[in-house]
T-cell receptor
Framework: QKEVEQDPGPLSVPEGAIVSLNCTYS??????FMWYRQYSRKGPELLMY????GNKEDGRFTAQVDKSSKYISLFIRDSQPSDSATYLC???????????FGGGTRVLVKP | EAGVAQSPRYKIIEKRQSVAFWCNPI?????LYWYQQILGQGPKLLIQ????????DSQLPKDRFSAERLKGVDSTLKIQPAKLEDSAVYLC?????????????FGPGTRLTVL
């Protein structure tokens, strides 16, 4: 069993729709939770960084963490074609700054 | 601020050949990481350096992979000899330090194809 599970997609939505992404994890040692966006032939770039359970909002992006269920989510409101990319969840333990990634979900926003 | 630089961007080799990748991290970043990203998967950490010392290389296949960061700045990752299953994108990342609040910044990666 992988430590971090993520549906690979692809997830296709019309422009303006809400994109909903999620990951589950098995290791309760993970304390920090991130979402990265990766465009084709580029490196991942950090979108959201959260620590505690609850919601965090940044513009069109909302990250949710539920540590009791070992479940994290990312919502993208008013999706744009430029949001078409692969979205990777990632997690860290309390020390060491080492990332464990999910497999990524490919998202396609159609104009 | 310049980002993480990697070269080459693409490399095609035959199995059993050797290959080396180069990474130049963001200036002043003490911590450097090499990840392997197989097509359709998330990046997997291979090795983590703090300055010129290895912090974690537990997932590095040491029979064929090696990495160094001799002067605590640039780093090279070598594969010798390559296998078909080494076909992947090799990502370099850097961060200001080891603390968990330090963001990792990724380079564009080197795409390796082993024939």
């Amino acid at each position: 069993q992988k430590e971090v599970e993520q549906d690979p997609g692809p997830l296709s939505v019309p422009e303006g729709a809400i994109v909903s992404l999620n990951c589950t994890y098995s290791n309760s040692a993970f304390q920090y939770f991130m979402w990265y966006r990766q465009y084709s032939r580029k490196g991942p770039e950090l979108l959201m960084y959260t620590y505690s359970s609850g919601n965090k909002e940044d513009g069109r992006f909302t990250a949710q963490v539920d540590k009791s269920s070992k479940y994290i989510s990312l919502f993208i409101r008013d999706s744009q074609p430029s949001d078409s990319a692969t979205y990777l969840c990632a997690m860290k333990r309390a020390a060491g700054n080492k990332l464990t990634f999910g497999g990524g979900t490919r998202v396609l926003v159609k104009p | 601020e310049a980002g993480v630089a990697q070269s080459p961007r693409y490399k095609i080799i035959e199995k059993r050949q050797s290959v080396a990748f180069w990474c130049n991290p963001i200036s002043g970043h003490a911590t450097l990481y090499w990840y392997q990203q197989i097509l359709g998967q998330g990046p997997k950490l291979l090795i983590q350096f703090q300055n010129n010392g290895v912090v974690d290389d537990s997932q590095l296949p040491k029979d064929r992979f090696s990495a160094e960061r001799l002067k605590g700045v640039d780093s090279t990752l070598k594969i010798q000899p390559a296998k078909l299953e080494d076909s992947a994108v090799y990502l370099c990342a850097s961060s200001a330090g080891l603390a968990e609040y330090n963001e990792q910044f990724f380079g564009p990666g080197t795409r390796l194809t082993v024939l």
